[in-house]
């Protein structure tokens, strides 16, 4: 047996190739037990108030915790990853997210629900989502654009089966039961990580082009990164006030943020936006039955979200790609937020079955436009070598409105008995979000047109301030990070 870490002579030729693709398979079922697993939660979202006599404030704190780790713990998946390797991390996330399934079927209160299916659950399926698709980038290199795309695909596979088998186990067993198999099914994320063999950079101009600027030592960083364990020349740390500086600073791009003007607007809009962008998908299910529609076929519902974002999700990727859209990104991103927004007034107009599946056609389509962009703009505003720390900050910014909007939602149908306050919430905070990003960009390009014609120099210039605007798009002139491909909504 080799050692820990100990990798075959033609390791590297799986590259693109032969077991490269069955790492692909693995990821993209990563991302259907992972990310499609909260979109099942609302089916849930009856009987658990009916077993704890609880409201739907009370209720929704458990999907929101659940999605809020779920996005929150990226820093600490890559300093995972950066010490095991990818592997380890993924298989350490499914372990963690079955067990906390398997614990929440014993679950007594809802408090003992927050912490085993929200928070340890929420924080496996970060791990396993997260690590399996930074492995993406070890296994290809000529084809990794391609591989990323239809690895995207596994997210709306699981919006389409899990609301199905969730109404069909809990019909057939009650949610105890259905959680308790849940567990042994997110379980299987250890046999996707199992897959995962690591891969040698030795050779990393084959691999990985040298880019200008590079720091040195990164190719054994990123050998370390594929194959797991600490680095063998370990840095030596000044101080523990100035080591904690650098890891904000690595992985929370404060710096960033208070320069970029672009990036400021666009993280502020993105977070605002998520105070709204998760109500539908935890409360329409309990609308829909509340209104008269058959169980079975409102949790129909969320699977017809999922099975038009497998069609529709590719194709706004391809139209963002075009010329036309070089530098426009952010308002063609806009433009999905405003009609994600303004697609939650079918729900008010009528709740009959008919309506509620025009509603999400609709939203389905505004859907993918945001999941196919949100970390593509990111990318157009901030500069590659930061964008890592930048996504870090972005991450828990965004998780933190996406755990606490539900409740605070959830507060205002207790009072008003009434289920149109999700929707009219929903669509105040996207609209509102769409208008303040479109505006602002817009008042950035007249700034800088303003300048350039007056031929003026900049106030206090920075390497920051090329990017308070969109440009060239940076993936058109250097290849993205890991971490770049790290998450969908």
């Known amino acids: 047996m080799s050692p820990r870490g100990a990798v ?54 458990f999907p929101s915790i659940m999605v809020a780790v779920l996005h929150a713990g990226g820093p600490l998946c890559s300093l995972l990853v950066k010490r095991f390797g990818c592997r380890f991390a993924v298989m350490l996330g499914g372990l963690l997210s079955g067990m906390g399934m398997v614990a929440s079927s014993f679950c007594t209160s809802l408090t003992e629900l927050y912490i085993t299916a929200g928070f340890i659950t929420g924080l496996g399926m970060c791990f396993s989502f997260q690590a399996g698709v930074t492995s993406l980038r070890y296994y290809f290199v000529r084809w990794q654009a391609l591989a990323n795309a239809m690895a995207s695909t596994g997210v709306s596979l699981g919006l389409t089966l899990w609301p199905l088998l969730s109404q069909y186990l809990l019909d057939e067993m009650g949610w105890r039961n259905t959680f308790l198999i849940f567990g042994g099914i997110l379980l299987n994320c250890c046999v996707c990580g199992a897959i995962m063999r690591p891969v040698q950079l030795a050779s990393k101009s084959l691999l990985h082009p040298a880019r200008p600027g590079e720091e040195p030592g990164r190719e054994a960083e990123e050998t370390q990164l594929a194959n797991g364990g600490s680095s063998p020349h ?100 806009c433009l999905a937020v405003l009609l994600c927004g303004l697609s939650n007034f079918i729900c008010i107009i009528s709740a009959k079955f008919s309506v509620l599946i025009l509603y999400c056609v609709t939203l389905s389509i505004a859907m993918s436009g945001i999941g196919a962009l949100t970390f593509q703009v990111l990318m157009d505003v901030v500069e590659m070598d930061r964008f890592s720390s930048a996504l870090g900050l972005f991450t828990i910014l965004e998780s933190i409105t996406l755990l606490t909007g539900p409740p605070l939602t959830g507060f205002l149908v207790d009072i008003t008995r009434n289920f149109h306050c999700v929707f009219y919430t929903s669509s105040f905070f996207l609209i509102s979000a769409a208008l303040f990003m479109a505006f602002s960009f817009c008042a950035l390009e007249r700034k800088r047109k303003l300048k350039e014609a007056s031929n003026a120099p900049l106030d206090n210039p920075s390497k920051h301030q090329r990017n308070e605007i969109l440009t060239e798009p940076l993936s058109e002139r250097q290849s993205p990070p890991a971490e770049v491909r790290i998450t969908n909504i």
């Not at 032969?18 to 979202?45: K, R």
């Not at 519902?301 to 706004?316: A, D, E, K, M």
Request: glycine share 8%.
């Open 8 to 61: 075959p002579r033609d390791a590297t030729k799986v590259q693109d190739r032969g077991w490269a693709w069955m790492v692909l398979l693995a990821v993209v079922l990563l991302q259907g037990l992972t990310l499609g697993f909260p979109s099942c939660i609302g089916i849930f979202f009856t009987d658990l108030q009916h077993d704890f006599h609880a409201n739907n404030s009370e209720t929704s704190w």
């Open 234 to 333: 370990p840095k030596v740390q000044p101080g523990r006030r100035t080591a904690c500086f650098q890891v904000l600073k690595k992985y929370l791009a404060f710096d960033v943020f208070c320069q970029n003007k672009g990036y400021q607007i666009y993280t502020i809009g993105v977070t605002w936006m998520m105070l709204g962008f998760a109500l539908p998908h935890i409360y329409l299910v309990p609308y829909a039955i509340h209104s008269g529609v058959e169980e079975r076929m409102a949790a129909l519902l969320i699977s017809v979200i999922g099975f038009i974002n497998i069609f529709i999700r590719p194709l706004t990727g391809l139209l963002s790609g075009l010329s036309f859209f070089t530098g426009r990104r952010i308002y063609l991103y």
